[in-house]
């Protein structure tokens, strides 16, 4: 999907389109987080979320799924996610209720992201780190895997 926002609404969704977001304001800076919490809502090494008011926050289509857990830090933490495509899309916490915490990937236009922190490095695995050496693809390849080429995406 290209950029689905004007220039004062800052557009996202899920993988499946079913639910769809906008944003008034441009989202703050953004921070990974490595804790195991986060490592598991995403299936992958961290989580990368980026700041946004709530009250400009609304949900253009769809209706969001929610799961609550204590986090290891203590905090209560809501996550937000399609019920259809599982897409993660955004957290809140009570800790912060003017904000709320869209996942990155989840925003239309990717260059809005700007990290500015990490969080939860004790937590960092090794692999997080993608070495400069490592084969790489533009587009994706099937050669040199080290898994059967038909379980490639």
Request: proline share 8%; glycine share 12%.
């Amino acid at each position: 999907m290209g950029k689905t926002y004007t220039s004062d609404k800052y557009g996202g969704g899920c993988l499946c389109g079913g639910v769809r977001f906008e944003t008034a304001a441009k989202p703050g800076p953004g921070g990974y987080c490595h804790c195991a919490d986060c490592r598991r809502i995403t299936g992958s090494a961290f989580n990368v979320s980026v700041a946004v008011e709530r009250a400009g926050f609304r949900i253009t289509k769809g209706e969001p799924k929610a799961f609550t857990k204590v986090a290891d830090s203590g905090n209560e933490l809501t996550r937000w996610f399609c019920p259809d495509c599982g897409s993660p899309l955004y957290t809140a916490s009570p800790d912060h209720p003017d904000t709320l915490y869209v996942k990155a990937g989840a925003l239309d236009d990717p260059s809005l992201v700007q990290p500015g922190h990490q969080s939860w490095t004790q937590s960092r695995v090794d692999w997080s780190v993608i070495p400069a050496a490592i084969p790489s693809h533009a587009r994706g390849s099937r050669e040199g895997l080290p898994w059967p080429a038909s379980a490639a995406a």
